[in-house]
């Protein structure tokens, strides 16, 4: 089983790409679990969300203290959310920065695998607002998730919700979240 | 199909589905999602039912007891302080004898004021004489809404029936679940046969009279009647339900890994499958340790939960609520059932979880680990800090 946090502030859509990527491995054929820190929901206020993937049913039903991913979409809570907490030292620190995972361990101590992408870039270039789907895209490459069957189900989801010319943003905003993390992947000092 | 969704969405889609004549219900934290989604539903005109958004919970159940005796199926929803407010009406509710379905995502009660989960709303309502049944998951909400309706309804039955779910751990987490299709949902369900209702004009009726001493002693005994049939009403429910959807529904308890168990934890609600994980692992050490899940809460299924028990040496009852002055509810229900049998386990009661506080596989293992040493009927707080 995968245990996944998401560090964002109210608003960027943390608890939002926490479901999707639910939605995404249950395509993909795994049990998964998505839920937000429960609380007060407050715009630009630190907020936590949650994932559990696994390939048997998962039948736990409290909070996720030792996560294998954790993931930044805010880079200032870096300071104040102490993201590496509890983190598997075999698992994975995504970051949104434009800073280099020298400096981010060097701030953090953290001594596992280290990923960093300008997801606001990316966001800004895709043309949309919010870096939460490229972080999506990342954690969907740290997990090997399919890209293609991801992206799919991605663009069923927001179908619904977003007319067709942002959808496909999105899907841009993904794959480039993916590859980003996926080179930074490959890139990474063994 | 499975689908990923949260409870509240669950509990919403098998509403959705039964598609009751009437919804009255008033928002409160975490039980809202379920009123907007219902009330989107009706705006788009995907069901057809008479959705009364009222002012209180306390007027959400009289317009139901007003819509139940009028000859409608109706269903709420409502949580905590909502309960709290409403628990007047659901005693009329059961005294009528009612079959309103309702979910309850169960919140701790104030003071002091806290929106996270615990079981005071549920307890509140112990003796409101209304069926009360715990789901584990989004998945098991779902199946128990729909099943509650032909309990309910039964006329033999006919009865209030309550649907709890943990506030936050299943409304608000996105799960898997599997709905049925809405035509094999409402065969199910089938055609509501109303009761003597008041738009009968034709054949009159009167509710809700006073009754003196002379009669009220025997409308609560024939109301306690009610509640003694739940049982086998319940059991053949559950059977034609394990057979529609394939799910292992069976009984009023779910006992996991109980045969053979030494050891064993009795408990309510989405901390069960926590629990399961902690056997697991337990019994990949060889220790024979089991759990009780309960399902059906009220009416408290005695002869039953001796039968699964009476060959466990030790048996810790976890209750998620105070009982203030005496041991918790559940504890209670489970040993006075033993009170006259000679074989039967040791027990202790362990408090948890309350207003949310998290339990976790550690906690539940710590109970595990001290239930040979604890005094017998200790009172014991399960991740509290003293």
New interface residues.
């Given amino acids: 089983m995968k245990e996944i946090r998401w560090h964002g502030r109210g608003g960027q859509g943390a608890k939002t790409v926490s479901q999707i990527l639910a939605q995404i491995n249950l395509r993909e054929g795994k049990h998964v679990q998505s839920f937000p820190e429960y609380g007060p929901e407050r715009s630009g206020a630190p907020v936590r969300a949650y994932n559990r993937i696994s390939e048997e049913e998962i039948l736990i039903h409290s909070g996720v203290y030792h996560p294998d991913i954790s993931v930044v979409i805010d880079e200032t809570l870096l300071d104040s959310e102490n993201p590496t907490e509890g983190l598997n030292p075999q698992g994975t620190l995504l970051v949104n920065t434009k800073r280099s995972p020298d400096e981010i361990r060097k701030l953090t101590g953290f001594s596992g695998e280290i990923i960093c992408l300008d997801a606001h870039e990316i966001a800004k270039g895709a043309g949309i607002g919010f870096p939460n789907v490229p972080m999506l895209g990342a954690v969907a490459a740290v997990l090997g998730t399919d890209p293609k069957l991801a992206e799919e189900e991605l663009k069923a989801t927001l179908s619904g919700r977003l007319p067709p010319e942002v959808v496909d943003k999105n899907l841009v905003a993904f794959r480039e979240g993916y590859e980003a993390a996926k080179g930074a992947r490959t890139n990474a000092p063994a | 199909m499975?689908?990923?969704m949260t409870g509240h969405k669950a509990v919403a889609e098998a509403m959705r589905q039964i598609e009751p004549d009437v919804v009255a219900v008033y928002p409160i934290t975490?039980q809202s999602e379920i009123a907007e989604y219902y009330a989107q539903y009706v705006a788009d005109g995907i069901v057809h039912t008479e959705l009364v958004p009222v002012e209180s919970e306390h007027s959400a159940m009289s317009a139901c007891v007003g819509a139940a005796a009028a000859g409608a199926r109706v269903m709420t929803a409502t949580a905590s302080q909502g309960l709290a407010l409403l628990i007047e009406v659901l005693y009329i509710a059961a005294g009528l004898r009612l079959p309103i379905v309702m979910a309850l995502v169960n919140r701790a009660l104030s003071a002091p004021i806290n929106?996270?989960c615990d079981h005071a709303d549920a307890y509140l309502a112990r003796d409101a004489g209304a069926i009360q049944i715990f789901a584990e998951s989004a998945q098991e909400a779902y199946d128990y809404m729909i099943m509650a309706q032909r309990i309910a309804e039964n006329e033999r039955v006919r009865l209030p029936l309550i649907v709890n779910l943990?506030g936050?751990?299943?409304s608000?987490?996105?799960?898997?679940v599997e709905p049925l299709p809405d035509e094999e949902v409402k065969q199910f369900v089938g055609e509501f046969k109303p009761v003597y209702p008041l738009l009968d004009v034709e054949n009159p009726a009167t509710w809700g009279p006073f009754a003196m001493p002379d009669y009220y002693f025997e409308l609560k005994r024939a109301q306690q009647a009610g509640m003694e049939t739940v049982p086998e009403v319940f059991l053949k429910v559950q059977e034609e339900y394990a057979k529609l959807s394939g799910r292992p529904y069976k009984g009023f308890f779910e006992g996991y890994k109980l045969e053979d168990a030494e050891r064993a934890i009795v408990i309510m609600g989405?901390?069960a499958?926590?629990a399961?994980?902690v056997v697991d692992e337990l019994r990949k050490k060889g220790e024979k340790v089991g759990l009780l899940k309960v399902w059906l809460w009220r009416p408290f299924p005695k002869e039953e939960i001796v039968k699964a028990l009476s060959h466990v040496a030790k048996v810790a009852v976890l209750d998620r609520a105070l009982s203030f002055g005496n041991m918790g509810a559940l504890y209670l229900d489970v040993t006075s059932a033993f009170v006259h049998r000679e074989e039967r386990p040791t027990f202790v009661n362990y408090i948890y979880g309350l207003g949310?506080r998290?339990?976790?596989?550690e906690h539940i293992e710590q109970v595990f680990a001290e239930l040979d040493a604890a005094r017998p009927g200790e009172l014991r707080y399960l991740g509290l800090r003293e």
């Fill in positions: 499975k689908k990923t975490p929106i996270h943990d936050f751990t299943l608000h987490s996105v799960q898997v989405s901390t499958g926590t399961k994980v949310g998290d339990t976790t596989t």
